[in-house]
């Protein structure tokens, strides 16, 4: 079966004045459909550089990115506003929500982009918040909101397109404990629905959650680990997943 | 860009516009008034035309005027000073070699007082003209009758009055068969001239018309005469023109190479210093409401500039959620038109509102017409796309990563 992601010795080197400073030195790893997986690292580990280039926000130096076995590296601008319109959903630490809009038009916000209709629109939009139960707030503006409904609006937003993989960055950073279990439970509901994720954080208790985590130590891959209760072998994808601790 | 994204990007302009009313408001100012000068302008010489075309078209169309100067001499005056006279018997040679005429009357002036019983009238117009100054000037007697040719071969002294020197003189009594005293010597009045109302400010029944030969018996025949001249077809006046010059050349014996030694003038030389006239006028406005636009473009640039790096945040999402460059520039280049565009519709209700309250108070006219509201948009929108450019380019182009991080 093809793989989703296949990264082979990608290099970011970031040009700062005159000095060079590579972000990450040559990574190479590969990512299945409908995986649950985390990237870890301390600071200055790369792992925000291989997020950017993992969401075709950048294209790396060196290196090739396959995406659905099509490769990312040389593709224009407007190339890969496409391709984070239709197959990335972004999920950030500060929500990043427009603050003048509401819930509804920010989730409809990427469909405006690929150009759906309003009709249409509207629907998926009110149909993905309320898979994360929010279609009651759909008219309230992001200062009406609380964190965790910022953030479920968030992943609305990023499923409203049905796209290939769901990147998440620190989505819990800026909530207390409590919302921050919601918010993972509402991941799982997501994963569990055949959607891939991508966990970007630096919480162990967070990469609990997921299938495998991928630690990344100056700028290479240190460890990739499966854990083994989470493990979705070719036998386990049959039976009812084990039930989330 | 599809029609979607351009509705799209108007809402959230007008969003961003009622978010920072007073901000808006100052930024559209300089576009506001830039906009309502032209417009307050332009509604006053329109109506000035059509008031001023309106009144020049009694003039007839298709009337020439043989003078010895022209109309509009102006500093060259002095060059006309040394003309002979044109006089009666030129007049009456003028009348019997032109084809195309349908009627020639010369005219004379003077001014003298009208005197019936104790009334008294000072400094009346008295024109010395013929029978066919009815046809030429299109002047008819609304009572009595006009003086006819006999009565000028015969040098009577009938008059044909003015409704005005009527009411200054008459009062209650019917002028028609009264004597009245023109200077020292006595006049019959046969008939009383149709109300004609005024011509450029000018009473035009502040007259009293008598026969040429009268006039001249009475006050001389030393003034040079204007010979007026009513062509057969208005369409053909030209060739009627032509055919008057050929004919005084040869009156006044002007010779081959030399210039007419006599000017021929028409209603739309009237017309022409007119619009010479409003063409300066027009210039001045140009001028105001183009350095207005552009304070008004460099004011929406700059607050474009400002919202860009406001919302730096906000590009930055919209790229990561698949906004192309593209995307980016038209909403910001649409905010900045949609930004113009207000300030031009509010300046151009202003602008007419203006006019319409000068045409109340004052005796100038304003008109509204639909090119200068598309005008005035026209412009706006320009001014919005030229100034919202660079901003917009410069949204466009962030690069989506450092937007997203910008605090």
Known sequence: MDKLIDLNNITKVYQVGTVEVPALRGITLSIEFNEYLSIMGPSGSGKSTLMNILGCLDTPSEGTYLFKNREIGGLDDNALADIRNREIGFVFQTFNLLPRATALHNVELPLIYNGTPAKERRQSAREALESVGLADRAHHRPNELSGGQRQRVAIARALVNQPSVILADEPTGNLDSKTGEEIMQIFERIHQSGNTIILVTHEEYIAQHTQRSIRLLDGKVATDEFRRDRQLTEDASQESPSPAS | ???????????????????????????????????????????????????????????????????????????????????????????????????????????????????????????????????????????????????????????????????????????????????????????????????????????????????IRTFEKLYGSYRSLDIMVEASDPQALEETKEEVRWAMRIIRRNLPGEPDDFSINQQDMLTDMYQKVTGTIYLVMIGIGTVSLLVGGIGIMNIMLVSVTERTREIGIRKALGARRRNILWQFLVEAVTLSCVGGLIGILIGFGLGKLVAAVSPLPASVSLWSVVLGLGFSSAVGIFFGLYPAAKAARLNPIEALHYE
């Open chain 2, 1 to 211: 860009m599809n029609p979607r994204e351009i509705i799209e990007s108007v809402r959230i302009a007008m969003g961003a516009l009622r978010t920072h009313k007073v901000r808006a408001a100052l930024t559209t100012l300089g576009i506001l008034i830039g906009v309502t000068t032209v417009i307050g302008l332009v509604s006053l010489v329109q109506g000035l035309n059509q008031s001023f075309t309106g009144q020049v078209a009694s003039l007839g169309s298709n009337v020439l005027y043989v003078e010895k100067f022209p109309w509009f001499a102006g500093e060259d005056w002095y060059k006309y000073r040394n003309r002979k006279n044109i006089t009666r018997q030129q007049a009456g040679r003028l009348d019997g070699m032109l084809t195309t005429a349908a009627a020639v009357a010369p005219v004379t002036y003077t001014r003298r007082m009208i005197k019936f019983g104790d009334a008294r009238a000072e400094a009346i117009l008295i024109r010395g003209t013929t029978a066919e100054y009815q046809d030429v000037a299109d002047v008819s007697a609304a009572q009595g009758r006009f003086f006819s040719s006999v009565d000028n071969h015969r040098h009577n002294q009938v008059c044909i009055l003015g409704q005005a020197v009527v009411e200054a003189v008459f009062k209650d009594v019917d002028p028609l068969y009264q004597r009245v005293f023109i200077g020292p010597f006595r006049f019959l009045v046969v008939g009383i001239k149709e109300k004609k109302g005024n011509l450029l400010g000018f009473n035009q029944d502040e007259d009293v018309i008598i026969p």
